[in-house]
Nanobody, 116 residues
């Protein structure tokens, strides 16, 4: 059974940093076509944040480029989202995803709150 477990969320002041982790069951990180992060801000629709493909290519939403970095480690079966220079508009529930030809798996999410 595929499981994705996010951690690392919390409350941080504007300008601060957080690193989100996504721990995957089995060898999901290596087996997935791509893994990524999405977020849902209060009162808004869920939006895509970042993707890392099986080849290691990364893509980031324009709103986070230059501030966020996505990475993964096959040996640790873990993916991360390093978030720097956080803004209040980055507040939301962050979800880890794993994409396969048969569909996408989602984690339960972790809350990030950016506030002074």
């Amino acid at each position: 059974q595929i499981q994705l477990v996010e951690s690392g969320g919390g409350l941080v002041q504007p300008g601060g940093s957080l690193r989100l982790s996504c721990a995957a069951s089995g060898n999901i990180v290596a087996a997935a076509n791509a893994m990524g992060w999405h977020r849902r801000a209060p009162g808004k629709q869920r939006e895509w944040v970042a993707t890392i493909t099986s080849s290691g290519s990364t893509n980031l939403a324009d709103s986070v480029k230059g501030r966020f970095t996505i990475s993964r480690d096959y040996a640790k079966n873990t993916m991360w989202l390093q978030m720097n220079s956080l803004k209040p508009e980055d507040t939301g529930f962050y979800y880890c995803t794993a994409d396969f030809f048969g569909g996408t798996y989602w984690g339960q999410g972790t809350q990030v709150t950016v506030s002074s």
